[in-house]
């Protein structure tokens, strides 16, 4: 049995296990409850386990769930919640469907077109990955198209044979980033439309497709240097090959056969459901559950029984686990108490700090709780004290938005627990590209984001 037992695995155990212990010695106040104090120091390990990578996902993420019952953070009920919904079952059919599809050619298919067409460069790879992303995005509202974005990554990823290297999380987190970050110039009715209902709740405030888009529009060049950036850095050592050898392998592939057909079929047939949910009004969920229902049924018989069992149901533990933090920290207080921790200090502040403000405490919530979660928290009490003190309540929701779209680890947002589900990224790669992606967006935000602004009239 390998040693795991050295230097360098024993401080990430004793790092892991020493915070939690401080944070439990803090002495518990009406707002620091007993409760609060035990989710944090539950969480904070669990959040260390898994970027530590000290035990198995599967062990963490059953420690995190039973933990909060175990020690009366909250009822049982609450961590197991996140089973009831969609977003859980979407990864399990993902993962599902992903272990049929690689029974085919489809992928390397695919793979080995794009190579083809971008000149065999890495580079055009992410950048081509990055243009499909903001196409699904353009063609809808919210985040159904996500993960069938994020598939496509995937399935380029694993034909040109990464593996779980830093190039697969290049390509993963491109996928996953360009979509949600897109959001900031283009208006999402269920997304951060979530902070103008609640600043409508004490002003008058709204806005509608292109004015949001001519406001936040110069976000689009930190999104791309992002890109450029991750691309860079993310650069497999070994080349790619020559074109020819893109081409050659697609012709050693062959005819179509009638299996990878039959998969086609599904995999279209859930494309088009997920593009078309605006105007059927049912949940993606249902998509993934028939078309994996579908590769099983008579006739079509892509997979059988022994298939099940080559699903990564740790993954799919994982990304349950991780949301349940978000659910257990509401039920907890956490949102409740940071936020009346740091609002009664942004009281009195110009517009340029009270914008930088707004943005960290987006950043600082968003390692407990999801974006969705720190819009509806922060929207309305935000928008008063700017009424309050003549500041803009536009440029506050976009401050949260953007703050809360700035993730370290995966944990922190559904789209990419998901990729990282796929078992094709290391930790310290997803920390790497996030942090970069941080720095940029960030700079961009408080430089050509704010005089753009104050051209536009926002502040």
């Known amino acids: 049995m390998k040693n795991h037992w050295n230097s360098a695995y024993m401080k990430k155990w004793i790092i892991s296990v020493a915070l939690p212990v401080l944070i439990l010695l803090i002495p518990t106040t009406e707002s620091f409850t007993p409760v609060l104090r035990m989710y944090l120091a539950i969480t904070l390990w669990s959040i260390m386990a898994f970027a530590f990578e000290l035990l198995n996902n599967m062990a963490t993420s059953l420690l995190l ?81 996500g993960v069938a974005a994020l598939a496509v990554a995937y399935g380029i990823s694993s034909a040109l044979g990464y593996g779980k290297s830093k190039a697969s999380a290049g390509i993963l987190l491109t996928s996953a980033f360009v979509y949600l970050d897109s959001n900031y110039f283009l208006y999402s009715p ?46 497999p050592e070994e080349k790619m090959g020559e074109v020819s050898f893109f081409k050659e392998k697609l012709k050693e592939l062959g005819k179509w056969e009638a299996a990878e057909k039959r998969m086609l079929c599904i995999l279209l047939a859930l494309t088009v459901y997920l593009f078309t949910s ?39 533990l994982f990304v349950g686990a991780c949301m349940s933090i978000g659910v257990v920290g509401a039920k907890a207080g956490f949102g409740t108490f940071i936020s ?48 309050d003190y003549g500041l803009s309540v536009q440029a506050a929701i976009h401050m949260i938005y953007q703050g809360g779209s700035q993730l ?51 502040i």
């Open 190 to 235: 269920d997304y951060i439309a979530v902070a103008y209902n609640g600043a409508n709740e004490v002003t008058s405030i709204s806005t509608n497709y292109m004015n949001f888009f001519l406001d936040n529009a110069v976000h689009i060049i930190p999104l791309v240097l992002s890109v450029a950036a991750t691309a860079w850095i993310c650069k």
């Open 340 to 387: 009346g921790l740091a609002l009664p200090y942004m009281k009195g502040m110009t517009n340029i700090p009270f914008m930088a403000v707004s943005y960290l405490l987006a950043v600082v919530l968003n390692f407990i709780m999801t974006p969705a979660a720190i819009l509806s928290l922060l929207g309305a009490p935000l928008a008063q004290i700017c009424v």
């Open 65 to 145: 769930l039973f933990g909060y019952g175990l020690t009366g953070v909250c009822s049982l009920s609450v961590p197991l919640s996140v089973f009831s919904t969609e977003s859980v079952w979407i990864t399990l059919c993902a993962l599902a469907l992903v272990t049929l599809i690689q029974k085919t050619h489809i992928l390397e298919r695919l793979a080995y077109t794009l190579s083809d067409k971008v000149g065999g460069s890495y580079v055009g790879i992410v950048y081509a990955v990055a243009v499909f992303s903001l196409l699904a995005r353009l063609l809808l509202q919210g985040a159904l198209a």
């Open 278 to 316: 605006r105007w059927h009004g049912l949940g993606m969920v249902y998509g993934f559950v028939a078309a994996l229902a579908l590769a099983f049924v008579p006739g079509m018989e892509l997979g059988d029984k022994s298939d099940l069992g080559k699903i990564n149901w740790g993954a799919w």
């Open 408 to 458: 370290i680890f995966c944990y922190e947002a559904s789209l990419y627990m998901i990729a990282f589900s796929f078992g094709m990224m290391k930790n310290k790669d997803v920390v790497k590209v996030m942090s970069l992606k941080f720095v940029i967006q960030t700079i961009g935000t408080f430089t050509i984001g704010l005089v753009w602004w104050h051209l536009r009239g926002i």
